[in-house]
């Protein structure tokens, strides 16, 4: 499928999903949205790439240079004709649809924020398991401000980083945070200058695609389970992950790596 809202490379086991109208500051628009999902479910399939970096565009215009990870919903386009009732609903459903995929893909996702993210684009960034954000670049959910309201999960996930009360601040309020302040409160794993950003995303994607990949999916899923699951239940899903691990060749692998003092090579069976 050839992509028109978005550019892929991959980086030895690492894909870069960017996303690609950096004219319209990344605004998500349908076919950005499906071809998202198209990217992420090859991704997903190909056992080759252990780790996913989405990130945004720089545009360059007049001799300025203006970093856009993703401005939120295109609403130069939302304002151009009456949608009905159940073309909203699908709108939402797509872009909710997303958001699942993203933080459902069974391998690791960095989200890589370069410029300003704003509302859909914050949403997308929250649904990866962490957040690296350039020292200029801005996270906020301006929905209260605009009629409308977050989606994609944020009132899950934002939570849990930042704590019920700072989470009710950032979304009534709207406030607006940049990559040093999102990094001092929790919401951004790592803060660093622009220009260092994709590399040091790298590096730490490259860290986690050389671990084993079952072991990883299971993590994954497990510190993704309902908070309120009683410890009996959280205990009796880890013993199972780690039967199903046991069965597997990278576990003999690990444990003849470890034996004979070298990096193990894992195939993800």
Same mark, same amino acid.
Not at 12 to 33: C, D, H, K, W
Not at 240 to 247: G, T
């Given at each position: ?11 030895g086991?690492?894909?870069?999903l960017r ?5 319209r500051?990344?605004?998500? %628009? ?5 071809? %998202?999902q198209?990217c992420?479910?090859? !991704? ?5 790439v252990r !780790?996913?970096i ?5 545009l360059e215009?007049?001799?300025?240079v203006?970093?856009a990870?993703? !401005?939120?919903?295109d609403?130069k386009?939302h304002?151009?004709?009456e949608?009905?009732?159940?073309? &909203? ?7 909710h649809?997303?958001t699942?995929?993203l933080?459902c893909?069974?391998?690791p ?9 704003r509302? #859909?684009?914050?949403?997308? @960034?929250l ?6 954000m350039a020292e200029e670049a801005t996270?906020?959910f ?5 009629g409308t309201f977050?989606g994609?999960g944020?009132?899950v ?5 930042v704590?019920?009360? &700072?989470? &009710? ?5 709207g ?9 001092q ?5 790592r803060?660093?200058?622009?220009e260092?950003?994709?590399g040091?995303a ?8 050389? &671990? #084993?990949p079952?072991?990883?999916?299971f @993590?994954k899923?497990r510190?993704?389970?309902?908070p309120?699951?009683?410890l009996d ?9 780690i039967?199903?691990?046991?069965d597997t060749e990278d576990w003999?692998?690990?444990i003849? #790596?470890?034996?004979e003092k ?7 069976r």
């Amino acid at each position: 499928m050839d992509y028109e809202t978005i550019r892929t490379e991959t980086r030895g086991m690492v894909s870069i999903l960017r996303l690609n109208r950096p004219e319209r500051m990344n605004a998500v %628009i349908e076919e950005m949205y499906l071809e %998202i999902q198209d990217c992420i479910e090859k !991704a997903g399939k190909n056992p080759d790439v252990r !780790a996913l970096i989405l990130t945004g565009s720089v545009l360059e215009r007049n001799g300025k240079v203006k970093q856009a990870f993703c !401005a939120g919903a295109d609403l130069k386009k939302h304002a151009g004709g009456e949608r009905t009732h159940a073309q &909203k609903r699908a709108y939402i459903l797509m872009a909710h649809e997303t958001t699942r995929q993203l933080y459902c893909f069974p391998k690791p996702i960095i989200a890589a924020v370069n410029g300003p993210a704003r509302g #859909a684009g914050a949403e997308m @960034a929250l649904s990866c398991d962490f957040i690296f954000m350039a020292e200029e670049a801005t996270l906020a959910f301006p929905e209260t401000g605009l009629g409308t309201f977050v989606g994609g999960g944020v009132t899950v996930h934002l939570p849990r980083l930042v704590g019920p009360a &700072k989470a &009710k601040e950032l979304i009534y309020a709207g406030t607006v945070v940049d990559g040093r302040t999102a990094f001092q409160m929790g919401l951004a794993q790592r803060c660093v200058p622009v220009e260092d950003l994709l590399g040091e995303a790298l590096a730490f994607a490259e860290v986690l695609a050389h &671990k #084993a990949p079952l072991s990883m999916a299971f @993590a994954k899923q497990r510190l993704q389970q309902p908070p309120a699951l009683d410890l009996d239940t959280v205990l009796h899903l880890e013993a199972e992950a780690i039967l199903s691990c046991m069965d597997t060749e990278d576990w003999h692998e690990g444990i003849r #790596a470890f034996q004979e003092k070298r990096k193990p090579v894992y195939k993800g069976r």
